[in-house]
């Protein structure tokens, strides 16, 4: 069966100082993958998404960037953190093709003090 | 542009009584759409999927592109379906999905 494994859970990282956050999918090949911001009221905004290695897309403009170095793996970076960086970050995988739902981690709260 | 609004952001009713949730969306194409549940200190999850046409936990969505709607209803809400709903879409080839703000339900006893 598939998992999806998103870490760390909770971090607290002070303005300016750079950000990593992990997502990696066990149990399937080439899937698709997401980064999503979850705030209370606006739902989730989908703020990359990535097909294959290499290749991100990024919905909207902003103080981050994603990677995609292994198939399986997915991560989310900043080099200097803002404090509108915080907030509730989902990662997220589905199957290539039609019909294919989204897969979430348990997300990582990331308040920037 | 693909477009998914619930209009809703809070909907209580009283356990027994039905309950409909909102979705309207905006796509040019043929819309992928889905409920996705999260139940309190849960993940988010998928509910149902409009082409599998399914009822789930007593839950269906059917798809009316005339009005460009895919509202959730269920004829008798339980106490157990309190939680955040949200209505999303995806592209053709489903590798982009947006979502709706969300609606929370409450189900009173």
């Known amino acids: 069966s598939q998992t999806i494994h998103q870490w760390p859970a909770t971090l607290v990282q002070p303005v300016g100082s750079p950000l990593s956050l992990e997502c990696t999918v066990e149990g399937t090949s080439n899937p698709n993958l997401y980064w999503y911001r979850q705030a209370a009221g606006r739902g989730l905004q989908l703020l990359f998404y990535?097909?294959?290695?290499?290749?991100i897309s990024s919905e909207v403009p902003q103080n981050l960037s994603a990677s995609r170095p292994q198939d399986r793996q997915f991560i989310l970076s900043s080099k200097k953190l803002l404090l509108s960086d915080s907030g509730f970050y989902l990662c997220?995988?589905?199957?290539?093709?039609?019909?294919?739902?989204?897969?979430f981690g348990n997300g990582t709260r990331l308040t920037v003090t | 542009a693909q477009r998914v609004t619930q209009p809703e952001k809070l909907l209580s009713v009283f356990k027994g009584a039905p309950v409909e949730l909102k979705c309207n969306y905006s796509?040019?194409?043929?819309?992928?759409l889905f409920w996705y549940v999260q139940y309190s200190r849960q993940r988010l999850q998928l509910l149902l999927r409009?082409?599998s046409r399914e009822s789930i936990k007593g839950f269906t969505a059917d798809l009316n592109k005339g009005e460009t709607s895919f509202h959730l209803k269920k004829p008798f809400a339980q106490e157990e379906d309190s939680a955040m709903y949200y209505c999303a879409l995806s592209n053709t080839g489903g590798f982009k999905t947006i979502f709706g703000a969300g609606t929370r339900l409450f189900v009173k006893a």
């Open positions: 409009h082409i």
């Open positions: 990535s097909v294959g290695i290499g290749q």
């Open positions: 997220a995988w589905s199957r290539t093709g039609v019909d294919s739902p989204l897969h």
């Open positions: 796509y040019s194409g043929s819309p992928e």
